[in-house]
């Protein structure tokens, strides 16, 4: 067996199963989980026609890696329509199963273990395929907090500069998870500069880009190097998926796009690793990118959901509306740290609301690792509202219930 794989954790929900073992969840309330970020909302129509009509030709022969032209070119029109951004289809976009796989994968490329010291940077708390892929290529993960006074934004500032020397590879994920912030030009011209440096490249993990709450939507990697002037997008590479823009997330679709020259060793790796896409998913893929209002009309879901039950959460809970995203990322009580012997605040939270309500939200503990004498993510916790308004505002309503009761 692969040694390195000894290195891995528990994935968060695995750690949250074992954390319910032997509670009973409370009979008299449904079931209402807010602890996955799996999109909830309707699929849209067309898709569903659009790879039903894929079907017959979709299914008959192998599929190449690099995806059809007007796949490739459907996704950089949108680029092109989203951030003003051109870029050739032929050698900067390729498509992905689910951004996923792709942030994984981009690292058994990336990463070069026979260096001394090889290391992975990324965000704290985190999704945790950051850390996998950099544990599986051999690397080592060092993990930069998040600030809870500056909106939760990553602190890069704080990274020595010895470890700045010796890493190869950088995920960026804005709008972030779990707290939904948006990294803005000057903290992008920052890690440009350190990219030019010391020659690490940056993954931009932008899955969430077009869930947001304010009129300006976020912006992206390619974007912001373009108004940097950095037009050959070099050393960068951004990730985007289907599946929270339009609702598919078992569609398994998403591209990356940015540097010509990591665009080639990518589709190179892809090649062997068997990274190419069903042609009935290409079709589908092709409409979804060429259509705007499905997208205009989720957003204004989410937007309808959050406003509603942001500030109701508000008033028992550390939380505020985010940039973007479709998480809401909370302070618990601290009363809870001493409910539980051994638990800390966010888990005795999760474990007693489930008991008492019947409601699921992920400790924040979970989604982050300690590191320098600290983890991020204690005392908060993670509520993704994805499923229907009526839903989420009767889960709300349970949180602040639970938390007045134990006043």
């Not at 849209?44 to 070119?73: Q, V």
């Not at 509520?383 to 219930?401: P, Y």
Request: aromatic letters at 10%; hydrophobic letters at 45%.
């Amino acid at each position: 067996m692969n040694p390195l794989l000894q290195r891995l954790q528990p994935y968060p929900f695995e750690r949250l199963r074992q954390l319910f073992a032997g509670v009973t969840p409370s009979p008299a309330h449904r079931p209402i989980s807010l602890g996955i970020g799996e999109p909830k909302h309707a699929a849209p129509d067309f898709l569903k026609r659009a790879l039903a009509g894929a079907l017959d030709d979709g299914l008959s022969n192998y599929p190449a890696t690099a995806g059809t032209s007007a796949l490739r070119e459907a996704c950089a029109g949108w680029v092109q329509r989203r951030y003003g951004v051109a870029l050739d289809p032929a050698t900067q976009v390729l498509p992905i199963n689910g951004s996923r796989e792709a942030l994984f994968a981009f690292a058994q490329v990336v990463v070069d273990p026979t260096l001394p010291g090889a290391t992975v940077l990324c965000p704290n708390p985190f999704y945790q395929i950051y850390e996998g892929a950099a544990l599986l290529a051999g690397a080592q993960p060092h993990y930069v907090p998040s600030v809870a006074e500056r909106n939760f934004a990553v602190d890069w500032d704080g990274v020595p500069e010895d470890v700045w020397a010796r890493t190869q590879l950088i995920y960026v994920c804005s709008p972030g998870n779990p707290a939904g912030a948006v990294m803005p030009l000057d903290e992008w011209r920052r890690l440009f500069e350190l990219s030019d440096r010391h020659g690490f490249v940056v993954a931009s993990d932008e899955c969430y880009s077009e869930i947001y709450f304010r009129d300006e939507a976020p912006l992206g990697g390619l974007q912001a190097a373009q108004q940097l002037g950095r037009t050959d997008f070099r050393r960068l590479i951004a990730f985007t998926s289907l599946s929270k823009r339009s609702n598919v997330p078992g569609l398994r679709s998403g591209f990356v796009a940015g540097d010509a020259a990591l665009i080639k060793p990518f589709l190179l790796y892809r090649t062997y690793h068997g990274g190419a896409m069903s042609p009935v998913v290409q079709a589908a893929s092709v409409a979804a990118w060429n259509d705007e209002d499905h997208v205009v009309e989720n957003r204004r879901l989410y937007r309808e959901k959050f406003a509603q039950v942001t500030p109701l959460l508000a008033e028992v809970l550390d939380v505020a509306l985010p940039d973007a995203s479709f998480y809401l990322w909370a302070g618990v009580p601290g009363r809870f740290a001493s409910h539980t012997p051994g638990l800390s605040a966010d888990e005795a939270f999760a474990r007693e609301l489930l008991a008492q309500y019947n409601v699921t939200v992920l400790p924040g503990s979970y989604l982050a690792r300690t590191a320098q004498g600290a983890n991020p993510g204690a005392g908060r916790v993670r509520l993704a509202l994805v499923a229907g308004v009526d839903e989420c505002l009767e889960a709300a309503q349970r949180i602040v219930t639970f938390c007045r009761a134990g006043a």
